[in-house]
């Protein structure tokens, strides 16, 4: 590995949000929180559960930022090729277009992300907390990640608050919880940013649409020409295809099928 490579955007964003959820953790345990009561009294399962918690929301970060988030591939294999029919499904209306700056057949909800120079199926967004892209494939555990880092940040929110001590002197206090006071403002921070993001992308996935789609359908072509979503299936389906990939097939299929109920005589 070229040495300048450790110093590319992924590597340093990464980096960074790994030792601020190392340092934030320990300052928690450092000062005088519930944590370390727990831990001087001999009750370690708490604290325990809390480092445990911390290393499966790391965990989960990185590999959302590392995986693929489902890149549309430039060559395409044989098997993957869009057959006569699928294409056929696609109303003549909405045509598959080829990507200007990759020049690949882009599947239906795809789009081109400019920081990654690749196109990803069911775009959602580059996150520059991940640098990396939010894509059919890790869309699912991004939820997922976002529901524990939530958890996680709650729980050390109300930690560093429980260390708090507002009856010192100031200076005496700034000395002893100063950092402490430092990092709850900064969990709060965190914890607004990350509920706001947990609640839109729960609303984005009940309704099976992304935040590209949302904030960008007038200018979408499968969207501006329809009055709804048309890959919308309801809240039980929406959630079982996004979590479980069932009911499975093409979205140019859900597209078909939206179509011919949509055509389809009322009885």
Known sequence: MAPWALLSPGVLV??????????????L???DTELRQWEEQGELLLPLTFLLLVLGSLLLYLAVSLMDPGYVN????????????????????I?????RYCLVLQPLRARHCRECRRCVHRYDH?????????????HPLFVVY???QLVVLLWGLY????GLRFFQPWGLWLRSSGLLFATFLLLSFFSLVASLLLASHLYLVASNTTTWEFISSHRIAYLRQRPSNPFDRGLTRNLAHFFCGWPSGSW???????EEEGSSPAV
Not at 95 to 99: G, T, V
């Open 14 to 27: 990464r980096t960074g949000h790994t030792v601020l959820t190392w340092g934030i953790t320990l300052v």
């Open 29 to 31: 345990f450092l000062h």
């Open 74 to 93: 430039v060559q395409p294999q044989p098997q993957e090729e869009l057959k006569e029919e699928q294409t056929a499904m696609v109303p003549p209306a």
């Open 95 to 99: 045509p598959l277009r080829r990507c």
């Open 126 to 138: 580059h996150c520059p907390w991940m640098e990396n892209c939010v894509g059919e494939r890790n």
């Open 146 to 148: 976002l529901a524990l």
């Open 159 to 162: 930690l560093a608050w429980s």
């Open 252 to 258: 140019e299929t859900l597209w078909a099928e939206e």
